[in-house]
Structures are given as C-alpha cells and as structure tokens.
T-cell receptor, first 115, second 114 residues
Framework: GAVVSQHPSRVICKSGTSVKIECRSL??????MFWYRQFPKQSLMLMAT?????????EQGVEKDKFLINHASLTLSTLTVTSAHPEDSSFYIC???????????FGPGTRLTVT | GENVEQHPSTLSVQEGDSAVIKCTYS??????FPWYKQELGKRPQLIID?????GEKKDQRIAVTLNKTAKHFSLHITETQPEDSAVYFC?????????????FGTGTRLKVLA
C-alpha cells in the first residue's frame, strides 16, 4: 500500500517552454501533497504544499507564477514549470500524505533537463 | 521557521561496525521525526520514525533516539552491511496549520566498506 507515482520520470525540454509533472497517489487519498526539488548531492528542498481544492502554499523564495501547482483531486497533483530555463534543471519529487497521518510517501521523482 | 542540521555529511565504516548520524532541530513545536534512505536516483524510503512522546525506537538493526530538551535526534545502524550504503536524511515535522510539512537535514552519505 501507499504507492505514489510520478510522470514523466525524465523530461528534456527547450528553454522557454513549459513542462507539466503529475503526481498520483495510487491506493490512498492524499489530503496533502508536497513538491520538493533536489539538486545533485543535495537535500530535498520543500517548494510548496498543496491541499486538495485549495491554493498551494509556497515556501519562501519559490516563485508561484513560475511553478504552478494544482491539486485537482485527492489523488492527483500537478506541477507545471513555466518558461523553463537551464537553471530549472533538477530532480523534482512529490510526496503525498494520507488523511490523519504524519507520514509522507514519496514518488519516484522526475528528472528535468532544460536545454 | 524550522531549521534542521545533520552531521556528518559523509561517513565511512567497516562492514559490521556501527554508524551514527545526528540531527538537531530548532522548532520546539516539531513532534515527528522520520529518517529516510535514498539510493542514487531513487525516491527516499522511510526507514524509521519517532514521535515526540517517545525517547527511543528500535527496528532490528536500526534505532532512533530523541532528546526533546536538547532538540536533537540520532539514527543508529548496527552490524552495517554494504547494502546500507546510501544517503540518509533526517527530517522534522510540525503540525503547523495541519499540513505536517517536513524540513529535511542536509543528508549523510554512508559508505559501508566490505
């Protein structure tokens, strides 16, 4: 149980284009979903927290107009990187928290490369 | 906001020896402390966690201790094996606004030498 999927696993896009990453909880309903960014050999940096049906809460320094988050249902959240630039290249990981639990279950991550 | 520090950043041990990783946190309201293991290019996997009403928890070769007064918690791995080699992250979680968000430590790269 508690499986989280992410799609795509890898994506290469050109500078200036937008990329959408999907995060799904496959066997549970996720009250909250989180989006993290991880640079090589570094820690997971929380970008934003999203609750189903409400606007995402962004961490300090994260541009909400650049990283659009939609939590459309209790099993799906999407992150759209708009007008991507090479410095946006990173490993993006989502996690999902079931109702009533402290635990977060992580997706497999999406490696974004912007050329 | 919460700040989590983790030490050491790298740790090499001989197979069969013990490994200890330490974390400190700043927010006294934090009440849940998970530890994750991450292999290269893979998702973080929860290996053990502890809540603030408990001082120690053990699961086979892995144990975690928590000192709420000093605001630090530690991961102990005994009888290390080569497959324990990975990056380990601690995290602190606060039930702020009901979101339970995690703040991660900087990670420890553990290498178990055969």
């Amino acid at each position: 149980g508690a499986v989280v999927s992410q799609h795509p696993s890898r994506v290469i896009c050109k500078s200036g284009t937008s990329v959408k990453i999907e995060c799904r909880s496959l066997d549970f309903q996720a009250t909250t979903m989180f989006w993290y960014r991880q640079f090589p050999k570094q820690s997971l940096m929380l970008m934003a927290t999203s609750n189903e049906g409400s606007k995402a809460t962004y961490e300090q320094g994260v541009e909400k107009d650049k990283f659009l988050i939609n939590h459309a249902s209790l099993t799906l959240s999407t992150l759209t990187v708009t007008s991507a630039h090479p410095e946006d290249s990173s490993f993006y990981i989502c996690s999902a928290r079931p109702r009533g639990s402290n635990e977060q279950y992580f997706g497999p991550g999406t490696r974004l490369t912007v050329t | 906001g919460e700040n989590v520090e983790q030490h050491p950043s790298t740790l090499s041990v001989q197979e069969g020896d013990s490994a200890v990783i330490k974390c400190t946190y700043s927010d006294s309201a934090s009440n849940y402390f998970p530890w994750y293991k991450q292999e290269l290019g893979k998702r973080p996997q929860l290996i053990i966690d502890i809540r603030s009403n408990v001082g120690e928890k053990k699961d086979q070769r892995i144990a975690v201790t928590l000192n709420k007064t000093a605001k630090h918690f530690s991961l102990h791995i005994t009888e290390t094996q080569p497959e324990d080699s990975a990056v380990y992250f601690c995290a602190a979680s606060t039930e702020a606004s009901g979101t339970y968000k995690y703040i991660f430590g900087t990670g420890t790269r553990l290498k178990v030498l055969a």
